[in-house]
């Protein structure tokens, strides 16, 4: 018998994903204006290491925004992350590709597919403590392993502030 009156009788799987400082682009970091999260390994993450690009692999990893404030208070703020990767550690205009992706709106108009999205849900859902959103990855795209990783916000509204946390983990599964 479930310990709880849930709608649907099952517990949603989630990613085992601790936070190591090593694969983090931010520990509570505080952004008001588009920018990198940045406050940890100058936020660039090195998947080679010293190896040249051409031995870097395919890594499938999560990315996690551990987001513990966000305001929404004038109901048009917005707040896209994208986790980018380059094989070029400056990441040149050009020389990027977005491997992963997910905003959040106070107004479903904030959106980037408002029509089918709807408005964002609550942070931090109802009845739990924090939101930690996991976004799978892979630095595999169109046949080309990137080799360097980045984390980016772009903010947009009357009054935006949010406070993250982020990094990387490998992807496995917890059921």
Same mark, same amino acid.
């Given at each position: 018998m479930a310990l709880t009156a849930l709608a649907i009788p099952s517990q949603v799987t989630t990613f085992p994903c601790p936070f190591d400082a090593?694969?983090?682009f931010t520990d509570t970091q505080?952004?008001?204006a588009t920018g990198y999260l940045n406050n940890l390994n100058s936020g660039l993450l090195d998947l080679g290491?010293?190896?040249p690009v051409s031995a870097v692999g395919r890594v499938d990893g999560i990315f996690n925004l551990d987001i513990t404030a966000i305001d929404v208070a004038s109901g048009d703020e917005t707040y896209a992350f994208a986790l980018l990767g380059s094989?070029? *550690?400056a990441f040149g205009n050009g020389n990027v590709e977005l491997l992963a992706y997910h905003d959040i709106a106070a107004a479903s108009s904030g959106r980037?597919?408002?029509t089918l999205l709807g408005a964002?849900?609550?942070i931090p859902p109802t009845n739990l403590a924090g939101t930690i959103i996991q976004l799978p990855f892979t630095n595999l795209m169109q046949r080309i392993y990137y080799r360097y990783l980045k984390a980016r916000v772009i903010i947009g509204g009357t009054t935006p502030t949010v406070t993250v946390t *982020?990094?990387?983990s490998r992807a496995a599964i917890d059921v």
């Open positions: 090593m694969t983090a505080t952004l008001t290491g010293a190896k094989n070029d *550690s980037v597919i408002a964002s849900p609550a *982020s990094w990387i």
